[in-house]
């Protein structure tokens, strides 16, 4: 039997749910190195490895096995996810367009030599930031320059203000994930974005107040917590 790769949920998860990674098919014992790799928006591909056994039946569960080395060593089922580096040096992993996923490969080798084992086995996955039956709604009302999150179902949702992201602009995917565990989120720029000032100390603190009331008033949200 050829050794194959599973992976739970299949096919598609979200960004802050744990995958389950696991490979059947194995011989006793076999070594063998798991590696991932997913490309960003700007192309820039992201890498990690790590260095296994399989158990006496030539099963591998990176929840019960640990990692003999690579990217990370010792027991990490979501290892070979959050040890991504970028080939770019001080590059950093963003999601700017949280409609598409990233897409993880992972492929499983055989021996420990990240780059010179024969190919086993390989699976596709796609991390998405967008929950299912969440609704993403931009916001232009008066000053207000935003993206508001809204969670499946009918009433009301407690509301978050979401000022994420240090550099301007404005940042969705931390937002639409908190989306998908029931908040009414507002994803808030306030500065260098449309027509809102350049520089942080240009801003005037009644634009928060707008943003508030904005939240207060809207009929799928029952409050405005801020959090920055």
């Known amino acids: ?18 995958l389950r990674i696991a490979v059947r098919g194995l011989t006793p014992e076999q070594p063998v190195t798991l590696r991932t790799a997913l490309s ?13 056994r399989a158990d006496a039946g030539g099963e591998l569960d990176l929840a019960r096995a640990p990692a003999l080395g690579g990217s990370f060593a010792g027991l990490e089922p979501m290892g070979l996810l959050w040890a991504l580096e970028p080939d770019r040096p001080l ?36 991390r998405h930031f967008l929950p299912p039956g969440v609704r993403r709604v931009p916001v ?39 989306a998908g565990h029931g908040f009414a989120v507002l ?8 027509d809102l000032p350049e520089y942080l100390s240009d801003l005037h603190l009644e634009y928060f107040e707008e943003a508030v009331d904005f939240m207060l008033q809207h009929p799928k949200s029952l409050c405005a917590c801020i959090v920055g």
């Open 1 to 18: 039997m050829a050794p194959t790769v599973l992976l739970e949920p299949a096919g598609r998860s979200c960004w802050d749910e744990p």
């Open 40 to 52: 960003d928006e700007k192309a820039v591909l992201f890498r990690a490895h790590a260095r296994y």
């Open 91 to 126: 590059w950093r992993l963003l999601k700017r367009d949280v409609q598409t996923p990233f897409v993880l490969e992972l492929e499983v080798l055989d021996g420990h030599e990240p780059d010179g084992g024969r190919l086993l086995a390989r699976a596709v996955h796609e």
């Open 140 to 178: 232009r009302a008066g000053r207000v320059r935003a993206t508001l999150f809204l969670p499946p179902g009918k009433g009301r949702f407690p509301g978050i203000i979401d000022l994420f992201g240090s550099g301007g602009g404005l940042c969705e995917y931390r937002a639409s994930l908190l």
């Open 187 to 194: 994803a808030l720029a306030y500065f260098r974005f449309e």
